[in-house]
């Protein structure tokens, strides 16, 4: 947590930051969501941890939560805390992690890191994607066109609509690689309806889990 408050003190002219405006999407329970996702990626029992183990997964754990940061802070850093790591961390946001577009972090995410399934938030400043840029995403993914769905929460009247919807999505027989984008215009205006599509989407994708990429984007 001294991590993410150095991150949201300012100099004394330009104050203090919510920790909402300087990693967005957080909540309360995202450090240790990040930390208990960072041990099971390793498999490590939390009785046998070593020290170095430790230090390694809080070093992921700050990496991971700059996925997160707003352009504009990262660019700030050398105005808190955190001054002294500025060049490190500009180096990982800007040279070593996607944030220019959609298509960038999915090849990033399926092509270079090799994720299996990958269940990520996204927010944007950006249109929200149409059909036909699915088109443009299957000439770089390797996954098919028709394995590509593309869902938006608006267009749904009731959680049981949309629920249903998901589970056919998921139910679906395919032997090759999936993928699922579930949007939400004006996400800080919607924010408990994101809030409960992502619980509906968690909770299938934990019954689904194989070979699905979800990715819940807001703008």
Known sequence: MN?????????????????????MGYHADTCAAIIMQL????????????QSICQEILHDAKTTLLWCAAPDAVMR?????????????????????????????????????????????????SKLLSTPD?????????????NMTLLTLQSFDTEQQFCRQIRFSLEKKMTSD???????????????????????IQGSYNRYLKNILEIFMLS
């Open 178 to 200: 999936n993928l699922l984008i579930v949007q939400c215009d004006c996400g800080d205006q919607n924010a408990d309806l994101v809030a409960c599509a992502r619980y509906s």
């Open 77 to 125: 850093l050398k105005s808190t805390k955190l001054r002294d790591k500025k060049e490190d961390m500009m180096q990982i946001y800007f040279k070593h992690q996607q944030h220019n577009s959609l298509l960038q972090y999915l090849c990033h995410q399926v092509i270079d890191e090799k994720k299996i399934n990958l269940f990520a938030q996204v927010t944007t400043h």
């Open 3 to 23: 991590f993410i408050y150095s991150a949201c003190l300012f100099s004394e002219t330009e104050g203090k930051r919510s920790i909402g405006e300087v990693f």
């Open 39 to 50: 041990f099971e990626d390793r498999q490590c029992p939390y009785d046998e941890i070593e």
């Open 134 to 146: 699915l088109e443009d995403l299957c000439q770089v993914l390797p996954i098919q066109r028709q």
